[in-house]
């Protein structure tokens, strides 16, 4: 236990200098780390909400905007189909947001109809027992000619679960876009997703952001009516009335082709540019987006464009040229900032549902800076009173101890650095708890060695047995707290998981130090002195 050949000596000093210099940037201020050569160590650790500040929000996903949606989506396949087949019809629509009715005119062709409209059904493959599969509707139709047409519990249940973790996904690739570090973004229940966003300095500017679907369609403005007739009531059929961005232009609102030509799911990039020195932001379709841009900009030369955003007409430009090369720009009366952000919401994509904030709280950077502080001086008591008793009970092993302590300290700050872990207020009490059980393991191997010294063991052999005496117990002990950490880390969630992280690292960390760092320089000393009597 006593013997460490040249090469363990080495990687020894390696990983408590490596410890050492992925720890130092953290004594730097953020802006002077950033400025370190990049072959440097220059990552901080990340704190948390609760001690730098921040945002918290907790949004709720509305799953049944995704099953309206596909039911919308079937009454303009059924009217296309039936009026193909030429097979009269009334009463088309969704009906309590759950079925779609139709009623078919000729008795005779109430079978063709209901075969026209289970072929429209979305085919789901089985789950993993071989359940399920088939399409995703159900349509029945009594003798009075009146089809119901229903999604199955198997496409309802499937569609609100995807809806939610495509929102996550969404979610994340604009907190991203604006550079926040290290956020946290997890699911919540069955439809709640939780947001926290350390250092956030303009909240209002996120909700803005996850709170807009960016659902963009271009769409051709009616031609065939005037927006005054339409707010009478006469919309010709395929049409629409939507309001304009009122930062656009004064004009309230406009009469639009229902008919989606290209939509944002084919947008591959977009970024926010200049246009004779107004801001605008620039789109790029991929190739299928662009063959459907390119031609729909060829045959309706002169007229106007409409191009909508969560319902709302941001631009209705002319059509002067065709447009093939699958690219454009939108243009409005955006501001820098306002074109940045309608960037980031097209490049990150259309949320599959909208989403509502239920909670939202604001940490201030002052709590943050408090908790810091009463953190240090827990830590720094902490550590000073279990260095003085150390070195009070156990003379000069116990300033072996102490040294180990500072290079655990270093490593686990080291480790968080390196590893990017976010830092909480009860991570910080994991690494107080850790400071005083890094020294439960020469402890134990003190109390060894005094036993053995009372056998009248030389100093060599005392020391030997103590170590490997004690070894069994110590990592028993640090196994099952380790253990315990990550339970802790796989159920808990939030400040609990922070805990678990540093405990989790300092548990790791300590094991190192006591068993190796320290007995290392035990080891030295009694080499080098050849001591008669042991000073514990």
């Not at 960037?343 to 909208?354: D, E, I, K, Q, W």
Request: neutral net charge; aromatic residues 6%.
């Amino acid at each position: 236990m006593l013997y460490f050949a040249k090469w363990k000596v080495a990687l020894v000093m390696v990983l408590c200098l490596m410890g050492v210099a992925f720890a130092a940037p953290n004594f730097f201020s953020e802006q002077a780390a950033e400025r370190l050569p990049s072959w440097l160590p220059h990552k901080q650790i990340n704190l948390g909400l609760d001690l730098q500040g921040g945002s918290h929000l907790l949004l709720e996903v509305e799953i049944n905007a995704v099953v309206v949606e596909r039911l919308e989506s079937l009454v303009d396949s059924i009217r296309a189909e039936l009026r193909q087949e030429r097979i009269g019809y009334t009463g088309l629509g969704v009906t309590d947001s759950q079925t779609v009715n139709v009623r078919i005119r000729q008795e005779d062709r109430i079978d063709r109809a209901v075969e026209l409209i289970r072929e429209l059904g979305n085919p789901m493959a089985p789950d993993i027992f071989g359940q399920g599969g088939g399409v995703d509707i159900e349509v029945s139709a009594d003798s009075a000619g009146l089809v119901s047409v229903t999604l199955t519990e198997q496409a309802v249940r499937d569609r609100k679960k995807a809806a939610v973790e495509q929102s996550i996904e969404i979610v994340r690739r604009r907190v991203d876009e604006v550079g926040t570090r290290e956020p946290t973004i997890q699911r919540q229940g069955e439809d709640r997703i939780l947001v926290q966003l350390p250092g956030v300095k303009d909240p209002e500017r996120i909700k803005r952001l996850l709170g807009k679907t960016a659902k963009l369609t271009f769409r051709l403005l009616d031609t065939t009516t005037t927006v005054e007739d339409a707010r009478r009531g006469r919309i010709p059929p395929g049409s629409v009335l939507l309001e304009a961005d009122t930062q656009e232009d004064s004009a309230a609102q406009y009469v639009v082709r229902k008919r989606v030509y290209v939509s944002g799911e084919n947008l591959v990039d977009s970024q926010p540019t200049y246009d004779q020195g107004r801001p605008v932001v620039s789109f790029r379709f991929d190739a299928v987006g662009g063959k459907r841009f390119g031609d729909v900009t060829k045959d309706n030369v002169g007229r106007p464009l409409a191009i909508v955003l969560d319902g709302k007409v941001i631009s209705a430009p002319q059509i002067r040229e065709p447009i093939l090369g699958g690219s454009g720009i939108i243009t409005g009366n955006f501001t820098v900032q306002q074109a940045n952000d309608l960037a980031v919401l097209l490049r990150a994509g259309a949320l599959p549902a909208p989403l509502k904030i239920l909670e939202e709280r604001t940490v201030g950077p002052g709590l943050g800076a408090d908790s810091i502080r009463a953190g240090k001086i827990a830590g720094v008591l902490a550590f000073v009173f279990v260095m003085i008793f150390m070195a009070l009970a156990y003379g000069l092993f116990g300033l072996a101890a102490d040294i180990a302590l500072l290079v655990n300290i270093a490593l686990i700050a080291g480790a968080l650095s390196v590893l990017q872990a976010t830092l909480t207020l009860p991570g910080i009490a994991g690494i107080v708890l850790t400071i005083g059980m890094a020294v439960d393991a020469n402890v134990l191997v003190f109390e060894r060695i005094r036993e053995e010294l009372r056998t009248g063991k030389t100093p060599f052999a005392a020391v030997e047995a103590g170590y490997r005496r004690a070894l069994t117990t110590i990592i028993d002990a640090n196994v099952t707290t380790l253990i315990a950490a990550i339970l802790l880390f796989e159920f808990g969630s939030g400040p609990v998981k922070g805990f678990a992280v540093t405990l989790a690292i300092g548990i790791m960390t300590s094991l190192f130090t006591a068993i190796t760092v320290a007995r290392l320089m035990i080891a030295q000393w009694l080499r080098q002195r050849r001591p008669a009597a042991l000073p514990i």
